[in-house]
């Protein structure tokens, strides 16, 4: 099945950059491209568009409200938004997340791992850039402001495991890094993460970062259950 992506970003050159990586995989194509946030907004609805390679920094509609809109939209509810940023300078990246983005990527980005990401996101699984850190994604998680709810009403009915494995995903572990630690397979783990975001009412594992960050579960710089 081929992956359907749009590039949504003010800037030509970089949005024929990514064209040329997208149209050299036979498993992508680009479903279209869009100058702003409204335009991405408008094609995700006329266009079947699987992936968003989402720019911040864009006129009319920022990539932020863009991603929010795709993400709140029912309609849309299959699209996945990947947000592309410079790591050192960009603290809106967390807005992104709480908006609903599933990523993240530098635009230096190496055209394998862009490709690599986009089919985890497709698939998903997607958390981050290949080469971010989980220290970063810390940094970013700090900004985020205290829930409106708090987290025991909304933990009500994890298990104890899937909050334990909810924890290794904020880490940033994968599902493979998670089947290792926890001695199951990574089928099994799946199975968790996704029952953990059908009960926390999460989009994907961005969502489910957020959340432990978001409801003091995990702070920067823990170490990871089970380490000393």
Do not use: W
């Amino acid at each position: 099945m081929t992956i359907r992506v749009l590039l949504a970003d003010d800037q030509a050159l970089i949005r024929a950059g990514f064209r040329m990586i997208i149209d050299a995989d036979p498993g992508l194509e680009v479903a279209g491209e869009a100058a702003d946030g409204r335009e991405a907004v408008d094609l995700c609805h006329t266009a079947r568009v699987d992936v968003v390679l989402m720019d911040i920094r864009m006129p009319q509609m920022d990539g932020i409200e863009a991603t929010r809109r795709i993400a709140g939209d029912e309609r849309l509810a299959g699209v996945r938004v990947l947000v592309l940023t410079t790591f050192d300078n960009d603290d809106n990246v967390v807005l992104a997340l709480q908006a609903g983005a599933s990523g993240f990527l530098g635009k230096n980005v190496a055209p394998a791992d862009l490709v690599s990401a986009v089919r985890v996101v497709a698939a998903g699984d997607a958390l981050l850039s290949p080469k971010a850190t989980r220290g970063l994604v810390s940094r970013f998680i700090q900004q985020i402001r205290p829930p409106t709810a708090p987290a025991p009403e909304a933990l009500r009915h994890v298990t104890d495991r899937e909050r334990e494995i909810l924890l290794l995903v904020a880490h940033g572990l994968t599902n493979d890094e998670i089947a290792q630690r926890l001695y199951v397979s990574p089928l099994t783990v799946k199975t968790h993460v996704n029952r953990t975001m059908v009960k926390l009412n999460a989009r994907d594992r961005a969502q489910l970062v957020v959340f432990a960050y978001q409801n003091d579960l995990l702070r920067p710089g823990d170490p990871l259950p089970g380490d000393t």
